[in-house]
Structures are given as structure tokens and as C-alpha cells.
């Protein structure tokens, strides 16, 4: 679903990396720009929580300096918080596919999120997929 998501051994995935830094994003995600403008606001809401922790300072430094658009739209300080939506993904074998998704904040890792996504082209007895972001 998200190709190239692990491009690294000695780093783990991570979501907002691949959608500013790996080309493919753009083609993945058909609604590429709202779509990583929302994802820079829930990175800033939760940098905010998290002041001062060197891995987000790290991370939105890697951003800035390699992300045109995050340096334009860092500086307009939006936040926001998502739990569930929609997000259209372009598969090369079935074009752009509708799916509803909702996020989940797993307790025993605070930092990470469990998101379970559903095709809503699919019979509602069936294709769902799980992955982290």
C-alpha cells in the first residue's frame, strides 16, 4: 500500500517522512497536498506535546531542510487532530480506491498509531487491511 515506507535498516518507518520525502507519495496519495498538510499539523500537535525530545527536533530539521513545502507551510503553525476520515490511495492495479480509516493511539506506545483501513469499494464483510503509520 505504501511503497518504500522502510527504506532503511538502521531507521524505522515513518509516515510523514514517506509523504515529504519519497517521490512515490505523491502518486500514492491522490490528494497528495491536503492530505500532507494535515499530516504537518498532527506532526506539530504532537511536537508541541513532546517539546523538546531531540527525535522530533531531528525530524522537523531532516523535513525543513529537504521538504520545499515544509518549509512554506511549517511557519503557518497549523495543528490538528485526527482520529478517523476518508484518504483516496492509487493502487497501479486498481487505479484510485476510496478508504475509510480510523487511527488508533496504542497505550502501551503512546508514539505509536495503529490505523486500520477499509475499502469502501468492498462488500462490507470484507477487505480490510491494517497497517502502522
Known amino acids: 500500500m505504501f511503497p518504500r515506507l522502510i527504506t532503511e535498516a538502521d531507521r524505522p518507518a515513518n509516515f510523514v517522512r514517506w509523504v515529504f520525502l519519497e517521490p512515490v507519495a505523491r502518486y500514492v496519495l491522490v490528494d497528495w497536498e491536503p492530505e500532507a498538510r494535515g499530516l504537518l499539523g498532527r506532526l506539530r500537535t504532537l511536537a508541541a506535546r513532546h517539546s523538546g525530545d531531540p527525535r522530533y527536533t531531528r525530524l522537523i530539521e531532516e523535513l525543513n531542510e529537504a521538504s520545499p513545502e515544509v518549509r ?40 505509536q498509531t495503529l490505523v486500520v483501513y477499509l475499502d469502501s469499494s468492498e462488500p462490507p464483510d470484507g477487505g480490510a487491511a491494517v497497517t502502522g503509520e
Open 72 to 111: 512554506d507551510w511549517w511557519p503557518q503553525y497549523e495543528v490538528q487532530a485526527r482520529h478517523s476520515g476518508r484518504k483516496r490511495l492509487r493502487s497501479p492495479q486498481r487505479g484510485a480506491i476510496d478508504y475509510a480509516y480510523t487511527a488508533f493511539h496504542l497505550a502501551e506506545q503512546p508514539e
